[in-house]
């Protein structure tokens, strides 16, 4: 689950992609809500404007992201890696 709420704060621009196009959009408002986000973006301002960009991928560029800490990573740092499904201490490459 993403933590730092600080990514999300008002003014901030991200990226959103829906359906291969691509814009920015700024942070108006955030919270969490019942374990979900709920956010206003500057310049959607009816629920038609809102339905319009339902299923739309956010995306915050990876040089404003927080490193990690101690032992832990970012998924996408993930992409590229062997995986091996380690049994009595031998290691058999899955992928």
Same mark, same amino acid.
């Given at each position: 689950?993403?933590?730092?709420? +600080?990514?999300?704060?008002?003014?901030?621009?991200?990226?959103? !992609?829906?359906?291969? #196009?691509?814009?920015?959009?700024? #942070? !108006?408002?955030? +919270?969490?809500? &019942?374990?979900?986000?709920?956010?206003?973006?500057?310049? #959607?301002? =009816? $629920?038609?404007?809102? @339905?319009?960009?339902?299923?739309? @991928?956010? +995306? $915050?560029?990876?040089?404003?992201?927080?490193?990690?800490? !101690?032992?832990?990573?970012? =998924?996408? &740092?993930? +992409?590229?890696?062997?995986?091996?499904?380690?049994?009595?201490?031998?290691? !058999?490459? $899955?992928?």
């Amino acid at each position: 689950m993403f933590d730092d709420d +600080r990514l999300l704060d008002a003014g901030r621009s991200m990226q959103l !992609e829906l359906g291969g #196009i691509s814009r920015v959009v700024e #942070i !108006e408002f955030f +919270r969490r809500q &019942h374990g979900r986000f709920v956010m206003k973006f500057a310049g #959607i301002d =009816t $629920i038609e404007d809102a @339905e319009k960009i339902v299923g739309a @991928e956010l +995306r $915050i560029p990876q040089a404003d992201l927080p490193a990690a800490e !101690e032992g832990s990573f970012y =998924t996408f &740092h993930l +992409r590229g890696c062997r995986v091996y499904a380690m049994q009595d201490g031998e290691g !058999e490459y $899955i992928g």
